[in-house]
């Protein structure tokens, strides 16, 4: 009897692979193989993993007309059609616990980095300044903390946050889901007692430019906002009115509405969006390359989540 075959299209910690063979699959490599040359052959796998390299569409899961699940070695399943994959009996798999406590480290880091200042310090010493006046910042103890969206990362960056002696909300689209860590409140309660506000939501119709000036206006306090998430949930112009007016006091941003579907560069378009050159030069707003779950560390627990739930087909 031969090994059924994996196909894998975007490269992940090896652990995966040798996991796999372990278990009896073949694995095929295809990290640099055309997307066309993958469709000629998709129906001679049993199942296949990806990250994020193309979308899983249609034409994609007819292709694979023999494929008993598709794996993504990450948390949100936005560039796979999960209604028409499920539809034909494919079991899609993610691993939103390998890279909870990455993203919400990483949540934390950039909120204490632009609440005080680091950034900016950092700069103004290298060009030969001390300027402690105008690097003052402020403490997070005693402020109210807004989380939308409270899985895994979510959860994560609320208990980051407890030993800072502040107050957390969360809001969800799924009730119920609370813990020692964190009341639930509704997203009006949350724009109303908010002080920093996070987003750790998924990609959908529902949270596609949630953030937006309505949004914003209806925020009752000056903020920090941050987004590990998505980078489709925030309009980035009504951002930047909002930083402007001073009402967001600053902005964390691991992931930007212009990313492509596979998160590469931001880079690409000969004219940038004006919203984004304020991003790019703007001294309250602090960037990341979408790595906020890109540590050493999840690398090998994605890799490891994968496999377990691979074990158990």
């Given at each position: 009897?031969?090994?059924?075959?994996?196909?894998?299209?975007?490269?992940?910690?090896?652990?995966?692979?040798?996991?796999?063979?372990?278990?009896?699959?073949?694995?095929i490599l295809a990290y640099e193989t055309p997307i066309k040359e993958v469709l000629k052959n998709l129906h001679n796998y049993s199942g296949m993993v990806i990250r994020s390299?193309?979308?899983v569409n249609k034409k994609f899961i007819d292709a694979g007309k023999n494929l008993k699940f598709i794996a993504r070695v990450g948390a949100g399943m936005e560039n796979i059609d999960v209604e028409y994959a499920q539809s034909k009996n494919i079991l899609l798999i993610a691993a939103p616990e390998g890279n909870k406590n990455a993203v919400g480290e990483h949540t934390l880091g950039l909120l204490l980095s632009l609440m005080n200042k680091l950034r900016n310090g950092h700069q103004s010493i290298r060009q030969g300044n001390w300027l402690r006046e105008e690097h003052r910042g402020w403490e997070l103890e005693g402020k109210t903390i807004g989380i939308i969206g409270y899985g895994n990362t979510g959860k994560k960056f609320a208990e980051k946050l407890k030993g800072f002696n502040v107050t957390i909300l969360y809001n969800d689209i799924l009730p119920g889901i609370g813990d020692k860590n964190a009341t639930e409140a509704t997203i009006k309660t949350l724009q109303e007692k908010s002080d920093v506000l996070s987003l750790h939501i998924p990609q959908t119709e529902s949270t596609n430019q949630m953030i937006n000036t309505s949004f914003i206006k209806a925020m009752k306090k000056p903020f920090w906002f941050l987004n590990t998430a998505r980078g489709k949930a925030v309009v980035t112009e009504d951002l930047v009115e909002g930083l402007n007016s001073g009402k967001i006091l600053g902005a964390g941003l691991d992931v930007l509405e212009y990313e492509s579907a596979s998160f590469r560069s931001i880079f690409k378009k000969a004219n940038r969006p004006i919203a984004l050159e304020h991003l790019l030069s703007a001294e309250n707003v602090l960037l990341s390359p979408h790595v906020g779950g890109w540590t050493f560390e999840s690398h090998r627990k994605l890799a490891q989540t994968i496999l377990n739930k691979i074990k158990i087909l």
């Amino acid at each position: 009897m031969k090994a059924p075959l994996i196909l894998h299209v975007d490269e992940n910690h090896p652990l995966l692979v040798e996991g796999l063979e372990t278990l009896g699959y073949k694995n095929i490599l295809a990290y640099e193989t055309p997307i066309k040359e993958v469709l000629k052959n998709l129906h001679n796998y049993s199942g296949m993993v990806i990250r994020s390299r193309f979308p899983v569409n249609k034409k994609f899961i007819d292709a694979g007309k023999n494929l008993k699940f598709i794996a993504r070695v990450g948390a949100g399943m936005e560039n796979i059609d999960v209604e028409y994959a499920q539809s034909k009996n494919i079991l899609l798999i993610a691993a939103p616990e390998g890279n909870k406590n990455a993203v919400g480290e990483h949540t934390l880091g950039l909120l204490l980095s632009l609440m005080n200042k680091l950034r900016n310090g950092h700069q103004s010493i290298r060009q030969g300044n001390w300027l402690r006046e105008e690097h003052r910042g402020w403490e997070l103890e005693g402020k109210t903390i807004g989380i939308i969206g409270y899985g895994n990362t979510g959860k994560k960056f609320a208990e980051k946050l407890k030993g800072f002696n502040v107050t957390i909300l969360y809001n969800d689209i799924l009730p119920g889901i609370g813990d020692k860590n964190a009341t639930e409140a509704t997203i009006k309660t949350l724009q109303e007692k908010s002080d920093v506000l996070s987003l750790h939501i998924p990609q959908t119709e529902s949270t596609n430019q949630m953030i937006n000036t309505s949004f914003i206006k209806a925020m009752k306090k000056p903020f920090w906002f941050l987004n590990t998430a998505r980078g489709k949930a925030v309009v980035t112009e009504d951002l930047v009115e909002g930083l402007n007016s001073g009402k967001i006091l600053g902005a964390g941003l691991d992931v930007l509405e212009y990313e492509s579907a596979s998160f590469r560069s931001i880079f690409k378009k000969a004219n940038r969006p004006i919203a984004l050159e304020h991003l790019l030069s703007a001294e309250n707003v602090l960037l990341s390359p979408h790595v906020g779950g890109w540590t050493f560390e999840s690398h090998r627990k994605l890799a490891q989540t994968i496999l377990n739930k691979i074990k158990i087909l």
